[in-house]
Structures are given as structure tokens and as C-alpha cells.
């Protein structure tokens, strides 16, 4: 069954270094995701993208955030100048269609810890 | 108010009972419904899609949506150890899907 892939699985990173948070989309798949849970809290979304183009952000996504599609396969997050609470797991999601048709498919996530 | 309520739980059943989880929402611009399953350190796991009010069943699983009411429920049969994790609704109406906190769910041997 095709699946979202991510890396890394684990990433440890000193308070304002960047960071950047790789993700491998289905490759039928024509919109991308980031989500975010701290531990113990609610997934929460902060961008999506398609065409090339953010679609929509939440007001996590600040300027510290952006993110970039390269090559025609990965799908990536930077963080610009990490922060303690900027540690999260972090979900790359991908559709179909816009409305998530079908629902959206998750990596397995990358866990971010900010020291 | 949140746009999504979902009671975290914890819940505790035996095995072999009925499971019920339920959110309610507060955006009617909401159009597509999900349940996902999360077990712990990996990502949501879809389990069951829905579109219009109603009730979807797939195997033990069914999602019944109240768009009236603004108000929908999973429900499990015959739960199994196995179905321990953390079920999470979503919501979406275009590009950027809402997630409930997420109920976590034991089921005793």
C-alpha cells in the first residue's frame, strides 16, 4: 500500500539552528501537508500546499516557517531559527483531492526536540 | 468555542462491548468527516470517511454524521485489545483539515 514517508524519524536540534523536516508524498498525490502535536495535545494543521503554492496556513505557520517542494518527489518543512517550543512531532500529509476525498495519508511523523 | 469538541477521555471498556466516540463542531461550512486512529509515536491512521449525514458501516466500524445538529459518533463492536489507541475526528471543508483533541481508548483483555 503506498504510504507517505518521512525523515528524519528523530531530530534533535540546539535552540536557533534550522531545521528541515523531509517528507516523500504519494506520488499520485497533488496536495501536501504539515501538522503539528505537541505531546499530549491536539493535531494541529499549519500549511497546505498544491500547484507549487501555499494554499492556506494557520497562524502557526509564521516566518519562521516555509516550506518547499524541490523535485517532483519530496515535500519539505523548514524551521528557521528553532525555538523550545517549536517541540512537536511533526505529520506530512498527502490527497487526492482537495476536500480529501478518500481522507489524507500521514507519515509516521518526525519528533522534534528543541534544546 | 472550539470549532471542534472532543472529549480526550481516557475510556476503559472490556473487550467484546460497544464503543461510542463522539464530536460536535461548530463551523457548518464543515463538509467532509473522518475518524482516525493514532497509536502512539506513529501518524493518524484513517479509519472511516464520510460525506453526508447518515451512517457509513465498514466491519465493526460505523460513522454516523448529524450535520443538523452538528454532531458525529464512531462506533466499534465487539472492541478488541487491538483497538486500544487514540481516535481522533476531522473535519474539513477545503484545504485544511480540523482534528477534535482525540479520545483515548483502552479495551481490557
Known amino acids: 500500500e503506498p504510504e507517505v514517508t518521512q525523515t528524519p524519524s528523530h531530530q534533535v536540534t540546539q535552540m536557533g539552528q534550522e531545521v528541515i523536516l523531509r517528507c516523500v508524498p504519494i506520488s499520485n498525490h497533488l496536495y501536501f501537508y504539515w501538522y503539528r502535536q505537541i505531546l499530549g495535545q491536539k493535531v494541529e494543521f499549519l500549511v497546505s500546499?498544491?500547484?507549487?503554492?501555499?494554499?492556506?496556513k494557520s497562524e502557526i505557520f509564521d516566518d519562521q516557517f516555509s516550506v518547499e517542494r524541490p523535485d517532483g518527489s519530496n515535500f519539505t518543512l523548514k524551521i528557521r531559527s528553532t525555538k523550545l517550543e517549536d517541540s512537536a512531532m511533526y505529520f506530512c500529509a498527502s490527497s487526492e483531492a482537495q476536500t480529501g476525498d478518500y481522507g489524507y495519508t500521514f507519515g509516521s511523523g518526525t519528533r522534534l526536540t528543541v534544546v | 468555542q472550539k470549532e471542534v469538541e472532543q472529549d480526550p477521555g481516557p475510556l476503559s471498556v472490556p473487550e467484546g462491548a460497544i464503543v461510542s466516540l463522539n464530536c460536535t463542531y461548530s463551523n457548518s461550512a464543515f463538509q467532509y468527516f473522518m475518524w482516525y486512529r493514532q497509536y502512539s509515536r506513529k501518524g493518524p491512521e484513517l479509519l472511516m470517511y464520510t460525506y453526508s449525514s447518515g451512517n457509513k458501516e465498514d466491519g465493526r466500524f460505523t460513522a454516523q454524521v448529524d450535520k443538523s445538529s452538528k454532531y458525529i459518533s464512531l462506533f466499534i463492536r465487539d472492541s478488541q485489545p487491538s483497538d486500544s489507541a487514540t481516535y481522533l475526528c476531522a473535519m474539513n471543508s477545503n484545504n485544511d483539515m480540523r482534528f477534535g483533541a482525540g479520545t483515548r481508548l483502552t479495551v481490557k483483555p
Open positions: 500546499f498544491y500547484n507549487n503554492e501555499i494554499s492556506e
